[in-house]
């Protein structure tokens, strides 16, 4: 009888062991899909905001470099010809030189090389523009949304 009392016990603790490590698991698994559905979230990152993009891509030659599609197609007039034609010219990595498109309302009413600057969206481009007052000054430069981060993709420079 003794014997058999003992081998409930041990039936019993067993089995109390096996629900447990059961139950733990359920457990585990449970949080490994709320993290899971967590990480999702996080991976949906949000559009990048083309204003502090801008600010960025201005102030950081590397995070630019990094944010420009090379080698890119520009639109420039070529200094050769009498008549100022525009010509297609592709720039590379090595080539290019840092832009900055920071404004501020003072370029407008500055002594010299007066500018303002417009940006105009349309679903997943940006178009930057600067237009001269009275001084030739005349560009644009047009970014694309790609994986919800703003590139450089193509510029048209015709200021003289």
Known sequence: MKRTAVLISCIISILMFLISCTQNRDEKNSNTGNEAAESVEVAEIEIE????FVEKFSQ????????????????????????????????????WEQLDLTYDSTFLTRPFDQYYQVVR??????????????????????FELIDKKWYLVTLYEASF
């Open 121 to 142: 969206f349309s679903n997943d481009t940006a178009v930057v523009e600067i237009r001269g007052i009275d001084n030739g000054i005349y560009a644009d430069y047009y």
């Open 60 to 95: 950081e030659e590397s995070f630019q470099l990094q944010r420009i599609k090379f080698p890119i197609s520009v639109i420039v007039p070529d200094a050769g010809n009498e008549g100022m034609a525009q010509v297609k010219e592709l720039i590379g990595r090595y080539e």
């Open 49 to 52: 905001d083309f204003s502090v």
